[in-house]
């Protein structure tokens, strides 16, 4: 070819893009138009370079402007291919091999729920919401004080031996009242409620608890209450009795019925034990009432004065002589397993699916 033959010119760029278009038509995987990229534009190496600098710079002034627009339409050609070939996307073979059937139905995203006893808890929570009651929590890692002794456990009471407290290590240098425990039950917060607010009061308080417990079918060394306290002037015990009929009427049905038989509990004089008539039976007698007609389901009582004295060191407005309360805690595994028809207590906090999913 001599340069300045314009036929010669034109013959030799056309076969060059003849080249570009045969290769461009041929790319099917990214890699493959890189590698086109490189072939021809590459800064260094690539065939439009190259003939700049063989062609171009040589070449003599007056020839410079033909070859130039030759070489310049030449380049804008190999670059429109390049960006088709990167545009077009995977070609047939290539998405034949990624192998997505988009008939398929999509992988189904798992909705969550409520946990059962999350759910009693705040079930129960709702019936006393109702009765404009507020609700609070506490620590679940407690003092001795708040546990047990503003509670009116006496020293040696044996629910606070350490057969049933689970205690943390290494306190033993500390004062007995400062000493950490994971709470036995949600009465401290009673205290803990009476330090930060003066009567009159109202307030549940939904909660996890710990003992150290052999675990079997009804019983597990963690489990969750739900403490009561109402706090006013005048407060009496058919207070008590009419609060708390109403509030297993509302969980369990109109039909039931209540009856308080005498207990003890420190914190509170007098005390009772709650029984409800046998939810499976109506009262007729049966396995799951062990015939009685009864199930016993929760503790209350009139809060004693040597509690309010505790919380009267904080808040003088909890004077006993002026003053009276009632309070009440009841066990939320227990109530759920009745309501749902639970057998196992331990199906509860066992994360098995198939238990749970009957909940969703
Ligand atoms: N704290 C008691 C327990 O865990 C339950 C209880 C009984 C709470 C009577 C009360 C109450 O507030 O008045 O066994």
């Known amino acids: 070819?001599?340069?300045s033959d314009p036929?010669?010119?034109?013959l030799y760029f056309a076969e060059l893009e003849q080249e570009?278009?045969?290769?461009?038509?041929?790319?099917s995987t990214p890699e493959a138009v890189e590698e086109f990229r490189l072939v021809w534009l590459g800064r260094k190496q690539g065939k439009l370079k190259q003939l700049s600098?063989?062609?171009l710079k040589s070449a003599a002034p007056e020839a410079r402007r033909e070859i130039g627009q030759r070489f310049n339409a030449l380049k804008s050609v190999v670059e429109s291919l390049l960006e088709d070939a990167a545009g077009a996307g995977?070609?047939?073979?290539?998405?034949?091999?990624e192998a997505i059937d988009i008939t398929l139905p999509s992988t189904r995203g798992l909705l969550g729920a409520e946990h059962p006893i999350t759910r009693t808890m705040n079930e129960i929570v709702q019936v006393f919401a109702a009765l404009g009651y507020s609700v609070g929590v506490g620590p679940e890692v407690e003092t001795d004080f708040y546990n047990f002794e503003s509670m009116n456990f006496p020293p040696g009471h044996p629910a606070r031996d350490t057969q049933d407290t689970l205690v943390i290590a290494n306190q033993e240098r500390r004062p007995l009242r400062d000493r950490l425990l994971l709470r036995t039950h949600t009465s401290p917060v009673q205290m803990r409620t009476m330090e930060q607010q003066p009567p009159p009061l109202r307030i549940v308080i939904p909660g996890k608890v710990h003992r150290n417990e052999a675990d079997d079918a009804t019983h597990s060394s963690t489990f969750h209450?739900?403490?009561?306290?109402?706090?006013?002037t005048n407060i009496t015990f058919s207070d008590l009795k009419g609060t708390l009929d109403h509030a297993m009427k509302a969980l369990f049905g109109s039909s039931v019925k209540t009856r308080f038989f005498p207990s003890f509990f420190p914190f509170t004089e007098p005390s009772a034990d709650v029984q409800i008539s046998c939810i499976f039976c109506g009262g007729k007698g049966c396995r799951r009432c062990k015939q009685s007609g009864w199930i016993e389901l929760l503790g209350c009582g009139m809060v004693d004065p040597a509690v309010f004295?505790?919380?009267?060191?904080?808040?003088?407005g909890y004077d006993p002589k002026k003053i009276s309360g009632f309070a009440f805690g009841m066990g939320v595994e227990r109530i759920a397993m009745m309501k749902y028809g639970v057998s196992d207590i331990g199906q509860f906090f066992s994360?098995?699916?198939?238990f749970l999913e009957q909940f969703a």
Do not use: H, I
Not at 225 to 232: A, F, N, P, R, S
Not at 351 to 354: E, F, L
């Open 225 to 232: 209450q739900v403490e009561g306290l109402c706090v006013d």
């Open 7 to 10: 036929q010669d010119l034109n």
């Open 351 to 354: 994360g098995d699916m198939r």
């Open 90 to 97: 995977p070609s047939d073979s290539a998405l034949a091999a």
């Open 309 to 316: 004295a505790f919380a009267a060191e904080k808040q003088p």
């Open 53 to 55: 600098d063989s062609l």
């Open 1 to 3: 070819m001599t340069q």
């Open 20 to 27: 570009a278009r045969q290769a461009a038509s041929a790319l």
